[in-house]
Every structure is written in structure tokens, then in C-alpha cells.
């Protein structure tokens, strides 16, 4: 049974860092492409940053870019999401996602596996 567990989320400040982890579990996802999304209330689930494949190039939200870092460790079979400089518009229940995503990387439909999320609030 596949399995993906995330942790790392919390309440923080303006300007602090969180680094998201992402356990999977049940099969080998060094080939696949990993991601993590992430989804605020009353808005739609949007890709956050992640790859195709182990040493594939590695894509970002323009709203994230420069400040997250995405990375995975295929000996763990983990991903990690480096949260820096964050803001009150982070806020969400953040999700990583495994799968083939035979298209484009940002689109969630291309996912197979999703962990059960964890949330992340940032205040002002």
C-alpha cells in the first residue's frame, strides 16, 4: 500500500522558515515525479514546486520562487519543501503528491498518490 505521509507544517511569523517532509512509503519513487501543492480556503489547489524525476530540473510557483527550495532524497524515499521569508499568503494546507504526470508538472490531475496534507499558517 502506497503511503505518503507529510510533517514539518506549524504556526510561524512573517519572515520565519518551515521545512515540509514527505515520507513515502510502499514503493520506490526515484523515477517519478514528486511535487507539492498546496491549497488555501475557498481557493483551488495549486502546484508549489518539484520534478519529473531524480536529477530532472526542478520548477517553482513565481509566487514561491527564490524564496522555497524543493529536494528529495530518493535513498529515504523523502522530499523536503524549504520554506524561507514566508508570508501571510503561504497560509495553506500544504500536500505533496506522487505520480506519473505525463503532462505538465504543475497540473494535479497528472498525480497519483497524495499525502493527507499538513497546515501551515503564517501570520502578520
Known amino acids: 500500500q502506497v503511503q505518503l505521509v507529510e510533517s514539518g507544517g506549524g504556526l510561524v511569523q512573517a519572515g520565519d522558515s518551515l521545512r515540509l517532509s514527505c515520507v513515502a512509503s510502499g514503493r520506490s519513487f526515484s523515477s517519478s515525479a514528486l511535487g507539492w501543492f498546496r491549497q488555501a480556503p475557498g481557493k483551488e489547489r495549486e502546484f508549489v514546486g518539484g520534478?519529473?524525476?531524480?536529477?530532472?530540473?526542478?520548477y517553482y510557483a513565481d509566487s514561491v520562487k527564490g524564496r522555497f527550495t524543493f529536494s528529495r532524497d530518493s535513498d529515504k524515499n523523502t522530499v523536503y519543501l524549504q520554506m524561507n521569508s514566508l508570508k501571510p499568503d503561504d497560509t495553506a494546507v500544504y500536500y505533496c503528491?506522487?505520480?506519473?504526470?505525463?503532462?505538465?508538472?504543475?497540473?494535479?490531475?497528472?498525480?497519483?498518490?497524495w499525502g493527507q496534507g499538513t497546515q501551515v499558517t503564517v501570520s502578520s
Open positions: 503528491a506522487a505520480g506519473r504526470a505525463a503532462g505538465s508538472i504543475r497540473d494535479p490531475s497528472g498525480y497519483d498518490y
Open positions: 520534478n519529473k524525476w531524480r536529477g530532472g530540473s526542478t
